[in-house]
């Protein structure tokens, strides 16, 4: 997570003076509901819910892979495109937001097979947007590398789950790495060519029982095909095989992020992350929680929706409108041991409605401002109900969706 520093002033009255370029960046306007954190020497606030910053636009949910850990292996969903009216929809809304916002192409699906997504993302790029991709880097040929250097995308988001061909055919069903690897070094060498630093590369990592020992490698690797960024996410257990695979069984059943009140609290200095420091550290979190440390989202706050925190709408290849990218689909995982079905949610569809006007709906605020404050039942803790089986209601009265269980929101999954 970058940070930026700035020294405001306080008036006479006691208001905080922000540079009128954060506060538009941050959607401060007349009554807009912002979160507000107070900590020992510090206030902490974030983005409010007026403000667009990104839109996550789902190209197909078509795929070149078949992995162990994909949705689609328990779904009966048929593959889906988006038309060429449909993205002229999205665009249309995203030039009409000021500032415009980052465009994040990625879903359930595999965006290069889209047999237009290189004109999509010159089409975003051309409108003034932050353009982001996430693949699979199966597709990235000479013709795919040289366009995303030449249109200036802004970032690639890799999925690399494994460090050694073996280990990534175990999770990719397919011994693609070292062509993978050409392919990125191919890429960071236009990359340096063209002078222009972009695209930037991320590395995507989805860690379980059977290639956490390999995350260490696949950070070496990324440093050497020039990636800036690792975004490390938990398996979803679509299935009970993935069940036994996850690395949160011991921090799902408590909501308490901080140390015990009877623990004492540790300031650390900076210092090196190398092997023999970073493994000192995790066996003294491990020592003072008796678990490991949870996934941490942003700050560090769980119950908290990373989509609403980002200010971001996710548009389905079909031109449905979703608060986010759970929400796309309707699909299946395991909430701890209780398998639970996520029911697919739109606020809208673009076919009928602008992308703005979607998002300056009242209802589509009301929900915002409500999963902002996230009084949802607990049922990522609890789960001991029928409620908590599905995403439609909870035991707090809570509309659909209900977002209690809800494990990006907990900090377990994440999504660049």
Not at 126 to 136: L, P, R, S
Not at 194 to 202: A, D, K, N
Not at 278 to 298: C, I, S, Y
Request: aromatic share 6%; glycine share 8%.
């Amino acid at each position: 997570m970058r940070t930026h520093t700035v020294l405001v002033r306080v008036d006479e009255e006691g208001r905080l003076v922000l540079p009128p370029d954060l506060a538009v960046r941050l959607g401060l306007v007349d009554g807009a509901l912002v979160r507000v954190e107070e900590r020992d020497n510090a206030v902490l606030f974030g983005r409010s819910t007026a403000s667009l910053a990104r839109v996550y636009v789902e190209p197909t949910t078509a795929c070149n892979l078949r992995c162990r850990t994909c949705v689609r292996n328990v779904w009966g969903e048929s593959p889906g495109t988006m038309s060429e009216g449909i993205f002229a929809r999205v665009m249309e809304g995203v030039r009409e937001t000021s500032p415009r916002p980052t465009v994040f192409f990625g879903g359930f699906g595999e965006p290069f097979a889209h047999p237009d997504l290189l004109a999509m993302l010159a089409a975003a790029k051309a409108a003034g947007c932050v353009v982001e991709v996430i693949t699979n880097g199966t597709m990235l040929d000479g013709a795919a590398r040289r366009e995303l250097v030449r249109i200036g995308v802004n970032r690639v988001w890799v999925s690399i789950d494994g460090a050694t061909p073996e280990s990534y055919a175990d999770v990719r069903l397919w011994d693609a790495l070292p062509q993978l690897i050409e392919d990125l070094a191919a890429l960071r060498d236009l990359r340096v060519a063209s002078r222009s630093g972009l695209p930037r590369l991320g590395i995507a990592f989805v860690a379980m029982k059977r290639n956490i020992a390999d995350l260490p490698e696949v950070i070496r690797l990324g440093e050497r095909l020039g990636a800036d960024r690792l975004s490390v996410s938990n398996v979803l257990a679509h299935t009970s095989e993935l069940r036994d695979q996850v690395l949160y069984a011991g921090c799902i059943d408590t909501e308490e992020l901080d140390p015990s009140p009877w623990s004492p609290e540790i300031s650390l200095p900076r210092m090196d992350i190398e092997p023999r420091t970073l493994g000192a550290l995790v066996r003294a979190e491990a020592d003072r929680r008796g678990r490991t440390p949870a996934g941490r989202q942003g700050d560090g706050r769980a119950n908290t929706c990373p989509f609403v925190e980002k200010g971001s709408v996710s548009v389905r290849w079909d031109g449905a409108i979703s608060p986010c990218l759970p929400l796309l689909h309707t699909h299946g995982s395991y909430l701890d041991f209780r398998p639970r079905t996520n029911r697919a949610f739109a606020v809208g569809n673009i076919n009928d409605r602008g992308l703005l006007d979607t998002w300056n709906d009242p209802a589509y605020v009301e929900l915002r401002e409500r999963l902002l404050a996230f009084d949802f039942a607990p049922c990522s803790i609890c789960n001991s109900c029928d409620m908590a089986a599905e995403n439609l209601e909870d035991c707090f009265g809570s509309p659909t969706p209900a977002c209690g269980g809800c494990l990006w929101a907990q900090g377990f999954i994440r999504c660049p």
